[in-house]
């Protein structure tokens, strides 16, 4: 274990700031994860290093990197970055901001960041008041939340940003932070921490894709490990004390043919191996919150459109989840779970959504049908539309082309029959080229 004077020169070293304060990125380039928005190149990437990033928001799960990316903005533009919190702070906050940010650009013609975490916590009268400053480009907002912004933030303020949305870190990018924390003089270097690739992964795996959960982990596990001359060499058992985690009492392989098995029960209907699989998983120590994603998309993509239902019974199981944690939290899961397994089966939405996307990948200069235009095409170009036919004028219904010239008889979505999956009750699509 550490001496008093090897803890003492590690505490006063590192002034008590946690690993994950410590080895948070400041520089782009540093930025791990999130692969589908920052990459070289990408319009977010660019806007944020030549200092031209709007009003945005940034959405998704805890320790996905979305306050270090604010950060990262912060270091990267020259102008002013003032940061709040929703929780503390009110409109006399937010007005004193909008007032320093407006007197900034008229003497010095500089712009002001305001970065406001938490920010789907703010009422509609502390949204309402940086509305117009927003607008005018007096601020420039950038909200950092875990809710979906689209249904717990004002509308207002959401339509006058660009949303970005985190994932949760995949175990690779959480195994690389983990590396350059333990050879990083900002992270474990002094501690002279060995750590393979198999207890980086272990650590990862426990992590439910938060980057701040694992430091954590691994600083805790560091400091408590036994060390020798070589230095601290941490193992799946030191990891776990540390963790306070179940160990899996399966090899990796194994773990992962579990959570197939698992997902591949619910589809087969199968609601006693559904169960089974899942209480092992949680036995030896999965991530609850993994198995609630997996349960949500089963209900999309294998239950769909044959039950509804299905899908807002699992959505509803995850948030309670979230609210109350183990043990209590596994009844509602179960109940997702049998829900599932039991309800008919259809993957018509999936096969349509992949049969669109093709042919939307393949028609890029498909062109609107003149009827279903927008009214304002007619004002700007002096083009005659009319001919629309507005169905309720019809009973509900009225045959009319909504296609583009090339697919008018494609089918995407093939209904399976199964449950309530029986698709349109109009007559089947005819053809409607002469």
């Known amino acids: 274990m550490f001496s008093n004077a090897d803890f003492n020169m590690y505490d006063n070293a590192n002034a008590v700031r946690p690993l994950a304060e410590r080895m948070r990125p400041v520089v782009l380039n540093e930025f791990i994860g999130q692969n589908h ?16 990033l709007g009003s945005s928001i940034f959405w998704g799960p805890p320790g996905t990197g979305k306050t270090t990316l604010a950060g990262i903005v912060a270091n990267s533009t020259e102008g002013a970055f003032v940061k709040l919190n929703a929780v503390t702070s009110g ?58 912004p689209y249904y717990s933030m004002t509308p207002a303020i959401v339509s006058r940003c660009r949303v970005y949305e985190f994932y949760a870190l995949l175990e690779h990018d959480i195994v690389s932070g983990l590396k350059r924390a333990i050879v990083s003089p900002n992270g474990l270097k ?28 691994l600083e805790l596990a560091a400091i408590t490990a036994n060390t020798s001359e070589k230095g601290i060499q941490l193992t799946q058992e030191s990891v776990r004390n540390a963790m306070q985690t179940k160990p899996l009492s399966v090899d990796k392989q194994s773990y992962y043919d579990m959570i197939s098995a698992f997902i591949k029960s619910m589809r087969g209907s199968d609601a006693d191996a559904s169960l089974f699989w899942f209480c092992r998983l949680i036995e030896s120590g999965c991530d609850p919150m993994l198995l609630a994603r997996r349960i949500s998309i089963c209900a999309a993509e294998d239950v769909g459109l044959a039950d ?65 235009m927008d009214q304002s095409h007619q004002r700007s170009t002096g083009e005659k539309l009319g001919g629309y036919k507005y169905p309720h004028n019809y009973g509900g219904y009225v045959l009319q082309q909504y296609l583009p010239e090339g697919l008018t008889e494609e089918i995407f979505y093939r209904p399976t029959g199964n449950g309530l999956d029986t698709g349109n009750k109009n007559p089947k699509k005819p053809k409607l080229k002469e």
């Not at 928005?37 to 031209?52: C, E, M, R």
């Not at 002094?190 to 982990?217: P, Q």
């Open 308 to 372: 509804p239902m299905a899908l807002v019974v699992a959505s509803s199981a995850m948030e309670i989840f979230k609210n109350i944690g183990l043990p209590e939290g596994r009844i509602p899961l179960t109940q997702a779970i049998l829900y599932i397994a039991n309800a008919p089966k259809s993957n018509s939405c999936v096969e349509a959504l992949e049969n669109a996307t093709a042919a939307a990948r393949e028609f890029v200069t498909a062109r609107v049908p003149t009827h279903l």
């Open 91 to 148: 409109v006399a906050d937010a007005k004193k901001v909008i007032e320093e940010a407006a007197k900034r650009r008229t003497l010095y013609g500089k712009k002001t960041y305001l970065m406001l975490d938490e920010c789907h916590r703010w009422s509609k009268a502390q949204s309402d008041c940086v509305l117009k400053a927003i607008e005018e480009g007096t601020i420039i907002f950038i909200g950092s939340t875990t809710e979906n």
């Open 37 to 52: 928005i920052i990459y070289p190149n990408s319009p977010l990437f660019i806007a944020i290093k030549n200092d031209k």
């Open 190 to 217: 002094d501690l002279k921490v060995i750590a393979d690739d198999e207890v980086l992964s272990y650590v990862a795996s426990f992590c439910g894709g938060d980057m701040r959960n694992a430091y954590n982990a």
